[in-house]
């Protein structure tokens, strides 16, 4: 396993303080604008590549995505969405980034009713409560079908599958968080292990998998180690969220890495077994005594911790050190 955290475009304390914890692994985002460079185009790319690799951290994945909002709701102008994306995955292949995490939820990303839930020694962590939204005002675009989301992820993969064959680039699709439907009238439709297994079947590719994302699909009521088996032995585990929540897709909140209702040691075990030699980060950490929240499941200490836990986890069953 190759343990990254997300650590931006440009160099930032984290990039610092990940290196002093040994990881050598990062998980990017797009960069901005500048110089007259699109944040998709090589030469961005590239420079953010290489900053990284001054730095001594190479970059696995971007997990970042250019706007697609009109083609998961077949709007005009979605083609030329595609084309964004296409470039993307065509420069990512180029530069030598290996993996793109993405995603088809429509309107907004992942959603939270609370970012302040007091959980162990009063750190605050985000949370889901479905029954607060059910008066919750429709967005501009809804109602949004499941059928029709359906539809259009077809249309999108097989526009961009074939570019990423063409790339070398692996395409991790993330699950929707959180997993249930409708949310403010929109349909989710990646809500489970079966539902993504329907979604990289739509268009078959050894480039199409997903990224196992731990807290979303135990949320779901998934079983983590059996997924994780899963998707492994069909070679489609290509990134990994390792985090944890309590609860279920009703009603939950994330957690501790230690302190959740996944049986993570079981889970590293099972990324163990099956071989699994891809990127995985904590994500969406507590936030702790001293910090402001200002960046819910983001601050730094929640990470420093995450990355402990993790290291720990990997020498106790990978049998190695980083």
Not at 183 to 191: K, P, Q
Not at 202 to 222: F, H, K
Not at 241 to 263: C, I, L, M, S
Request: glycine share 8%; aromatic share 10%.
């Amino acid at each position: 396993m190759k343990l990254a955290e997300m650590l931006g475009t440009h160099e930032n304390r984290l990039w610092a303080l990940s290196k002093q914890m040994g990881v050598d692994y990062a998980v990017a985002g797009l960069p901005p604008e500048q110089n007259g460079f699109k944040p998709w185009d090589y030469m961005n790319l590239l420079h953010m590549k290489q900053r990284y690799e001054n730095f001594g951290i190479r970059v696995e994945v971007i997990e970042s995505r250019p706007p697609a909002n009109k083609i998961k709701l077949n709007q005009p102008g979605r083609d030329e969405e595609i084309k964004v994306v296409q470039e993307l995955i065509r420069n990512m292949g180029k530069v030598g980034i290996p993996v793109w995490c993405y995603d088809f939820m429509a309107e907004f990303n992942w959603f939270r009713t609370s970012t302040t839930i007091r959980t162990r020694g009063g750190a605050l962590v985000s949370g889901y409560d479905h029954s607060l939204m059910q008066d919750a005002p429709y967005t501009e675009n809804a109602p949004i079908s499941e059928d029709e989301l359906w539809t259009n992820l077809e249309y999108y993969l097989k526009a961009i599958v074939p570019v990423a064959e063409e790339a070398g680039v692996k395409l991790a699709l993330h699950p929707d968080d959180p997993p249930i439907s409708p949310i403010r009238g929109v349909s989710r439709i990646l809500t489970s292990a079966d539902a993504l297994q329907r979604a990289i079947d739509l268009v078959p590719s050894e480039y199409s998998g997903i990224c196992l994302c731990q807290g979303t699909l135990a949320t779901a009521g998934d079983d983590i180690p059996a997924t994780i088996r899963r998707f492994a032995e069909q070679d489609k585990l290509f990134f990994v969220h390792f985090r944890d929540v309590r609860g279920t897709k009703e009603k939950f909140e994330e957690t501790f890495h230690d302190d959740g209702k996944t049986d993570m040691f079981q889970a590293m075990k099972t990324y163990a077994e099956v071989g699994f030699d891809g990127p995985a980060r904590p994500d969406h950490v507590p936030t702790m005594a001293g910090e402001n929240n200002d960046n819910p499941g983001y601050e730094v200490l929640g990470r420093l911790y995450g990355v402990g836990y993790i290291k720990g986890l990997m020498e106790a069953t990978y049998g190695q050190k980083k």
